[in-house]
């Protein structure tokens, strides 16, 4: 299992690219103008990836300016960010 979760709530975010900015390894822009965690699987409507380091991506997390990026320690509650 992985250490943490992370999920990218899609309906609340804006596309300012803050993510795609912080953490390019993890984060694009995708078709439909916003953004998307790479090689992440769908869970209602969210992207969602499973990873041992969360590195970057808490920056993009603590940077995003509508809170959209949410981590997880383990795959349950509570929430890091």
């Known amino acids: 299992m992985a250490k943490y979760k992370v999920e990218l709530i899609k309906e609340d ?46 920056d993009a997390a603590e940077n995003c300016p509508v809170n959209c990026i949410h981590l997880y320690e383990g795959d349950v509650e509570p929430q890091i960010i």
């Open 13 to 58: 975010c804006t596309a300012c690219e803050t993510c795609t900015e912080d953490c390019p390894d993890h984060f694009e822009m995708g078709d439909d103008g916003l953004s998307h965690i790479k090689d992440s699987t769908n869970s209602g409507g969210n992207d969602v990836l499973e990873v041992d380091d969360i590195g970057c991506i808490q």
